[in-house]
């Protein structure tokens, strides 16, 4: 496979999480069998991305924004994803977002 194809997944793969984070999120209340659910499919997906990069010799872009109810990232790079633009429709700021470098 390509390198586009492996990409192409990985991205669908990370909408599909995400549409799942934000559907468990509007449950009243989520299910803690459900939160755990989509704790494990995240670890799912970032080791699978981490494969795919070590695979594929692809450097990791640094994450500069996080959804801190989902955990949906951003490298500040490409389009922003639809977790940050609703909360930027919604007024928050882009700074709410913003990861501390860790040192």
Same mark, same amino acid.
């Given at each position: 496979?390509?390198?586009?194809?492996?990409?192409?997944?990985?991205?669908? &793969?990370?909408?599909?999480?995400?549409?799942?984070?934000?559907?468990?999120?509007?449950?009243?209340?989520?299910?803690?069998? $459900?939160?755990?659910?989509?704790?494990?499919?995240?670890?799912? &997906?970032?080791?699978?991305? $981490?494969?795919?990069?070590?695979? &594929?010799?692809?450097?990791?872009?640094?994450?500069?924004?996080?959804? *801190?109810?989902?955990?949906?990232?951003?490298?500040?790079?490409?389009?922003? *994803?639809?977790?940050?633009?609703?909360?930027?429709?919604?007024?928050?700021?882009?700074?709410?977002?913003?990861?501390?470098?860790?040192?």
């Amino acid at each position: 496979m390509t390198r586009i194809s492996w990409n192409t997944k990985l991205s669908r &793969l990370r909408f599909k999480l995400l549409d799942v984070c934000v559907a468990v999120e509007f449950l009243d209340p989520p299910s803690m069998e $459900q939160l755990t659910d989509v704790q494990t499919a995240q670890a799912m &997906l970032k080791k699978y991305e $981490q494969y795919l990069r070590r695979e &594929l010799g692809v450097k990791a872009s640094t994450v500069k924004y996080r959804c *801190p109810k989902t955990g949906g990232e951003w490298s500040g790079r490409g389009f922003k *994803p639809l977790w940050l633009r609703e909360a930027l429709a919604a007024g928050v700021p882009l700074q709410y977002f913003a990861v501390t470098p860790s040192a």
